[in-house]
């Protein structure tokens, strides 16, 4: 249901045919739709693409207000989104799959003399990445936890760190092969996929252990946006 009306809210976006102001309103409806069942707590990726749908459609109609409430509606999804992920790669794709989401919140400010706004859209794309990094980088639990369970953990964050590496490092080199070479480079890049999903299997059970004692504790920590103020 909510895939259908995002799609409808695209097919009405992208129409030639027709009255304009009709197809923005039917697209608008059709994304507004989608976002009652695509909540931030049921699914935030789902919810960043259509807020980025119903912010692009408000952008490219220069609805510059409409544009940003949109707009901040995804990134608040995409904090999220990478408050849940597991690991460091997943948590930098997200970024970089959004980062036009941020630029264009940044534009649509500017176009409503909204420089304060801007900056801070600007200071949470830039930071937010090494604040995380620092944020999480020796994360525990807050109470006593079984030594072995946490030294688990530890090893199983550090191993998935040293994969990650690896599958980067082989996707690099995947871009300047060529076809002969790209054949054991793909299955390198198989095997280390498989090993990264088992170690993050291994750890979702050690953090899963760990929660018993301590409900509150997550994989990550999510790091609040910076306020202009506190920039200044």
Not at 114 to 130: F, G, H, P, Y
Not at 193 to 203: A, D, I, Y
Request: a negative charge.
């Amino acid at each position: 249901m909510a895939a259908t009306q995002n799609n409808l809210g695209i097919a009405y976006s992208d129409r030639i045919t027709g009255d304009k102001a009709e197809n923005i309103e039917s697209a608008i409806a059709a994304f507004q739709n989608a976002l009652q069942v695509r909540t931030l707590e049921a699914n935030p990726l789902d919810r960043l693409v259509t807020t980025c749908n119903l912010g692009n459609l408000y952008f490219d109609n220069e609805h510059w207000q409409l544009a940003t409430e949109s707009y901040e509606k995804a990134i608040k999804a995409v904090e999220v989104s990478r408050s849940w992920a597991t690991t460091d790669d997943r948590r930098q794709e997200i970024i970089k799959e959004n980062i036009g989401t941020y630029s264009k919140a940044i534009l649509a400010y500017i176009y409503t003399d909204r420089l304060d706004k801007a900056l801070e859209i600007a200071e949470r794309s830039q930071a937010r990445n090494l604040v995380e990094l620092l944020t999480n980088r020796d994360l525990l639990p807050k109470v006593d936890v079984a030594p072995e369970i946490t030294e688990q953990f530890q090893q199983l964050k550090q191993k998935i760190r040293v994969k990650e590496g690896e599958l980067q490092k082989v996707r690099q080199q995947l871009s300047g092969q060529n076809l002969q070479q790209q054949s054991s480079l793909v299955e390198s890049e198989k095997h280390l996929q498989g090993k990264l999903q088992e170690l993050e299997q291994q750890l979702e059970k050690v953090f899963n252990q760990i929660q018993k004692f301590d409900p509150t504790f997550r994989l990550t920590q999510e790091v609040q946006p910076m306020t202009f103020a506190e920039i200044e």
